[in-house]
């Protein structure tokens, strides 16, 4: 089916019909137990919101609400129809939140588009508010890399004590309740990749997100300095980002940052004489390492990839001046030049005699020729507009049909049943465009204005020409 399965959940009803639900990384469908194709298939963009039934209530069902307003519900009928949607439930809690954010920072970027460049908003009006096209395909190959990457926020940094920030709330039951964050599950998996692997092997197939997590709590907040127990499932995550700290360092760089600070107490801190006699010098190291691993960590989290700093170091002798230390000097030296040169080229200038002269009265009749509404160039255009409108709207009609033209040629070569429900769909939509629109603004114009439209139902032409060429030829087949 594509993408890989996060979750599947049998007994799920959708209309009356026994099904199963699947998420996966970007979708959520929902197909029958017999065809085996996506009946309901939602990407997580189009989601707004999910709801569940109350718990007195006797039927167990989910609904998703989605940004246009519809609204799908899905009941599960399963032995554990309790568990199974609760799985579903905390899954896309944790998955909703990544692409809401992606969501919006596309719309952002539309409206910051669409609202610093007029004539893009004014085909979009056109096109779009228009029903010729949706929206996918009028910013399909539209937003270029640099527009996303200039439109994309930094990524913030991370507090260095959010995890200290997380307060644990009594609940009255000799137990207590952590409140998480998107913001603070983010920090924790860009801070602790292990952590991250970790969630994705176990949540949701061997324990649930609620489970998870205590026990990362557990496992960090509560027992840092013991030694881990047997069914610690994070026992081996500060090994392995351990070990991902030394193979990271580069051999043929010698003053790595990451090694700066050694993982024991230095001549003067931490020492006997300062500390209490009580404190090991094996709990000092262990204090030391976990402060180095944990900066390392959060560097590397805000930075992407830790690159060692060039390091100016200047040298003996060196001047203080700008000056450039140019190899070859003498190209930037300026290089005056004598009389005689000067002489040369006036002597050469005074014995040179022009070739192939027209004189005044024929060179004038040439050109009166070929200007607009000569003989060689009939007057089909005019050279000047009546008013500000209709060069406004000839520029509107003209980007319309230059873009679903552009639509149009792209499907060629048809080599799919959607590039042939494109295709068919773009020819509809320019001859729609030029018998309603394009007529429209025809018939404000005057007589020796019609040349204006001669290229756009010329270009117009060659498309349907095109179309019923390929039209035939595949009835034909």
């Given at each position: 089916?594509?993408?890989?399965?996060?979750?599947?959940?049998?007994?799920?009803?959708?209309?009356?019909?026994?099904?199963?639900?699947?998420?996966?990384?970007?979708?959520?469908?929902?197909?029958?137990?017999?065809?085996?194709?996506?009946?309901?298939?939602?990407?997580?963009?189009?989601?707004?919101?999910?709801?569940?039934?109350?718990?007195?209530?006797?039927?167990?069902?989910?609904?998703?609400?989605?940004?246009?307003?519809?609204?799908?519900?899905?009941?599960?009928?399963?032995?554990?129809?309790?568990?199974?949607?609760?799985?579903?439930?905390?899954?896309?809690?944790?998955?909703?939140?990544?692409?809401?954010?992606?969501?919006?920072?596309?719309?952002?970027?539309?409206?910051?588009?669409?609202?610093?460049?007029?004539?893009?908003h004014q085909l979009y009006?056109?096109?779009?508010?228009?029903?010729?096209?949706?929206?996918?395909?009028?910013?399909?190959?539209?937003?270029?890399?640099?527009?996303?990457?200039?439109?994309?926020?930094?990524?913030?940094?991370?507090?260095?004590?959010?995890?200290?920030?997380?307060?644990?709330?009594?609940?009255?039951?000799?137990?207590?309740?952590?409140?998480?964050?998107?913001?603070?599950?983010?920090?924790?998996?860009?801070?602790?990749?292990?952590?991250?692997?970790?969630?994705?092997?176990?949540?949701?197939?061997?324990?649930?997100?609620?489970?998870?997590?205590?026990?990362?709590?557990?496992?960090?907040?509560?027992?840092?300095?013991?030694?881990?127990t047997s069914n610690d499932?994070?026992?081996?995550?500060?090994?392995?980002?351990?070990?991902?700290?030394?193979?990271?360092?580069?051999?043929?760089?010698?003053?790595?940052?990451?090694?700066?600070?050694?993982?024991?107490?230095?001549?003067?801190?931490?020492?006997?004489?300062?500390?209490?006699?009580?404190?090991?010098?094996?709990?000092?190291?262990?204090?030391?390492?976990?402060?180095?691993?944990?900066?390392?960590?959060?560097?590397?989290?805000?930075?992407?990839?830790?690159?060692?700093?060039?390091?100016?170091?200047?040298?003996?002798?060196?001047?203080?001046?700008?000056?450039?230390?140019?190899?070859?000097?003498?190209?930037?030296?300026?290089?005056?030049?004598?009389?005689?040169?000067?002489?040369?080229?006036?002597?050469?200038?005074?014995?040179?005699?022009?070739?192939?002269?027209?004189?005044?009265?024929?060179?004038?009749?040439?050109?009166?020729?070929?200007?607009?509404?000569?003989?060689?160039?009939?007057?089909?255009?005019?050279?000047?507009?009546?008013?500000?409108?209709?060069?406004?709207?000839?520029?509107?009609?003209?980007?319309?049909?230059?873009?679903?033209?552009?639509?149009?040629?792209?499907?060629?070569?048809?080599?799919?049943?959607?590039?042939?429900?494109?295709?068919?769909?773009?020819?509809?939509?320019?001859?729609?465009?030029?018998?309603?629109?394009?007529?429209?603004?025809?018939?404000?114009?005057?007589?020796?204005?019609?040349?204006?439209?001669?290229?756009?139902?010329?270009?117009?032409?060659?498309?349907?020409?095109?179309?019923?060429?390929?039209?035939?030829?595949?009835?034909?087949?």
């Amino acid at each position: 089916m594509g993408e890989q399965s996060l979750l599947e959940v049998f007994g799920v009803r959708y209309k009356k019909q026994e099904g199963v639900l699947i998420l996966m990384p970007t979708t959520v469908a929902w197909t029958d137990e017999y065809s085996g194709e996506f009946k309901v298939k939602f990407h997580y963009q189009q989601i707004k919101a999910q709801r569940i039934s109350a718990e007195a209530s006797s039927k167990v069902q989910l609904q998703l609400i989605l940004f246009d307003g519809s609204m799908t519900n899905f009941h599960f009928t399963g032995d554990e129809a309790v568990e199974q949607r609760n799985k579903v439930k905390q899954l896309l809690q944790y998955l909703l939140p990544k692409f809401s954010e992606h969501s919006n920072s596309d719309l952002k970027l539309k409206s910051s588009l669409l609202s610093s460049d007029a004539s893009l908003h004014q085909l979009y009006k056109d096109l779009v508010a228009g029903g010729l096209i949706s929206p996918e395909e009028f910013w399909a190959n539209r937003l270029t890399k640099r527009d996303v990457d200039n439109g994309s926020q930094q990524q913030s940094g991370l507090p260095s004590a959010f995890l200290a920030d997380v307060q644990a709330v009594a609940d009255g039951c000799n137990a207590v309740k952590y409140n998480l964050t998107v913001d603070t599950i983010d920090a924790i998996f860009r801070t602790y990749p292990s952590v991250k692997s970790k969630h994705a092997e176990l949540v949701p197939s061997k324990m649930s997100e609620s489970e998870f997590w205590v026990q990362f709590f557990q496992s960090q907040l509560f027992h840092r300095d013991t030694s881990s127990t047997s069914n610690d499932i994070f026992s081996d995550c500060l090994s392995k980002e351990r070990q991902a700290l030394i193979g990271s360092s580069s051999p043929d760089v010698s003053h790595d940052f990451k090694f700066n600070l050694p993982d024991q107490p230095m001549e003067g801190y931490s020492t006997n004489s300062i500390c209490p006699a009580t404190v090991s010098k094996v709990a000092d190291k262990l204090l030391l390492q976990r402060c180095n691993q944990h900066s390392y960590m959060v560097l590397k989290a805000i930075g992407g990839e830790l690159r060692t700093p060039e390091v100016q170091i200047p040298y003996k002798g060196a001047e203080a001046s700008n000056e450039l230390a140019l190899k070859h000097s003498q190209k930037f030296v300026e290089i005056g030049a004598s009389a005689d040169d000067f002489s040369c080229l006036l002597a050469e200038l005074s014995q040179w005699t022009p070739k192939h002269i027209v004189d005044a009265n024929s060179a004038y009749s040439a050109v009166m020729y070929l200007v607009p509404g000569g003989s060689l160039m009939p007057w089909d255009t005019p050279t000047s507009f009546r008013s500000a409108d209709v060069h406004f709207q000839l520029l509107r009609h003209q980007a319309a049909i230059a873009e679903l033209l552009r639509h149009f040629w792209a499907c060629f070569p048809i080599v799919s049943p959607q590039l042939e429900e494109k295709v068919s769909r773009m020819y509809k939509c320019l001859q729609d465009y030029e018998q309603l629109k394009l007529a429209e603004f025809s018939a404000s114009l005057d007589t020796g204005e019609q040349g204006l439209l001669s290229h756009m139902k010329k270009s117009i032409a060659i498309a349907a020409e095109k179309y019923l060429t390929w039209r035939n030829r595949k009835d034909k087949s």
